[in-house]
């Protein structure tokens, strides 16, 4: 590897950093990268986004909601190398990195709620290396709690509550569900990927789903509400400038089923030229 330099403007004959950039590529898997002698790169790395929580297969139930999934760290480096680089660059479901240069790792998945414990939000990743910006992702929204109306009562006559929003103002909680005997827990949004110097939109986060309801009373007519699945975020569009999104969304909470949670971003390099 050639020595990467970051040149400030004025000084000694420095040449100028630039001010402005354009979008050049997206990469969404592992794949070499060939950086052009003299030329200026600004480079971003996202690590994947959580995925949100679901109850597992061997529970029957669960009345708190899943948790959102966590979005991934965020790193920013620009670079201009003396000589023709070639630069490996990885994106897999832990890490995201451009070569030794700089990197993020992916954010948590979403908690599993267990009966009346609450699926935490997954945490956000980290970021390291960036020589203009290194910041960790953000939680995602933990699931509603859920608690007995009456002491000593059974398990259907629970009462939930909606699951928090996702972080940096992620995906909205799901709802808890109004029931005649039981109030199931909505699970956690997903958490939105950091802020960046990067100019594309900042896109919709998936939302967690809502709790089930069990004989809802709608106007003396017995209703059943079903469980949604969390929410995920649209795919990365890499042939353009890709809008950035998150976590998944937690899936609501239920009984004898499971109940999906969203899938989270991946992970995402997006590499932009001087303008």
Same mark, same amino acid.
């Given at each position: 590897?050639? *020595?990467?330099?970051?040149?400030r403007s004025?000084?000694g004959?420095?040449e100028?950093?630039?001010?402005?950039?354009?979008f !050049?590529q997206?990469?969404?898997?592992?794949?070499?990268f060939?950086m *052009?002698k003299?030329?200026?790169?600004?480079?971003?790395v996202?690590g994947k986004s =959580?995925n949100?929580?679901a109850?597992?297969?061997t529970?029957?139930?669960?009345?708190a909601?899943?948790?959102g999934g966590g979005s991934?760290?965020?790193s920013?480096?620009?670079?201009? *190398?003396k000589k023709e680089?070639?630069v490996f660059?990885?994106?897999? %479901?832990a890490?995201?990195?451009?070569?030794p240069?700089l990197?993020a790792?992916?954010g948590?998945?979403g908690?599993a709620a267990?009966?009346?414990?609450?699926?935490p939000?997954?945490a956000?990743g980290?970021?390291?290396g960036?020589n203009?910006?290194n910041? #960790?992702?953000?939680?995602g929204?933990?699931?509603g709690?859920c608690?007995?109306?009456?002491?000593g009562?059974?398990?259907?006559q629970?009462?939930g509550?909606?699951? #928090?929003r996702?972080?940096n103002?992620? =995906? %909205?909680?799901?709802?808890a569900?109004?029931?005649? &005997?039981s109030? !199931?827990?909505g699970a956690?949004g997903g958490a939105r990927?950091?802020?960046s110097?990067y100019?594309g939109?900042?896109g919709?986060?998936?939302?967690?789903g809502n709790g #089930?309801g069990?004989?809802?009373i709608?106007?003396?007519?017995?209703v059943s509400?079903?469980?949604?699945?969390g929410?995920?975020?649209?795919?990365w569009?890499?042939?353009s400038?890709?809008?950035?999104?998150?976590?998944g969304?937690?899936?609501?909470? =239920?009984? &004898?089923?499971v109940?999906?949670?969203?899938?989270?971003t991946? =992970?995402?390099?997006?590499? *932009?030229?001087?303008a």
């Amino acid at each position: 590897m050639g *020595e990467a330099m970051v040149l400030r403007s004025g000084g000694g004959g420095a040449e100028k950093q630039p001010t402005s950039w354009r979008f !050049l590529q997206a990469i969404s898997a592992n794949a070499n990268f060939t950086m *052009e002698k003299g030329r200026w790169y600004r480079v971003h790395v996202y690590g994947k986004s =959580g995925n949100g929580g679901a109850i597992p297969n061997t529970q029957s139930y669960a009345f708190a909601g899943n948790g959102g999934g966590g979005s991934g760290g965020y790193s920013c480096s620009v670079l201009m *190398e003396k000589k023709e680089t070639g630069v490996f660059c990885t994106v897999n %479901d832990a890490i995201t990195s451009f070569g030794p240069y700089l990197s993020a790792t992916a954010g948590g998945n979403g908690g599993a709620a267990d009966r009346y414990t609450v699926g935490p939000g997954g945490a956000g990743g980290t970021a390291s290396g960036g020589n203009q910006v290194n910041t #960790a992702g953000f939680n995602g929204g933990a699931g509603g709690s859920c608690y007995n109306s009456t002491p000593g009562s059974t398990f259907s006559q629970s009462v939930g509550s909606p699951g #928090a929003r996702g972080g940096n103002n992620g =995906g %909205d909680g799901g709802s808890a569900a109004v029931g005649h &005997f039981s109030n !199931l827990s909505g699970a956690g949004g997903g958490a939105r990927l950091p802020n960046s110097p990067y100019t594309g939109a900042m896109g919709a986060i998936g939302a967690g789903g809502n709790g #089930a309801g069990y004989r809802k009373i709608s106007g003396g007519t017995t209703v059943s509400q079903a469980a949604t699945a969390g929410n995920t975020p649209p795919a990365w569009n890499a042939t353009s400038p890709p809008t950035l999104y998150g976590g998944g969304g937690g899936g609501g909470s =239920g009984s &004898f089923t499971v109940i999906p949670g969203g899938t989270g971003t991946p =992970g995402l390099i997006i590499i *932009e030229v001087a303008a």
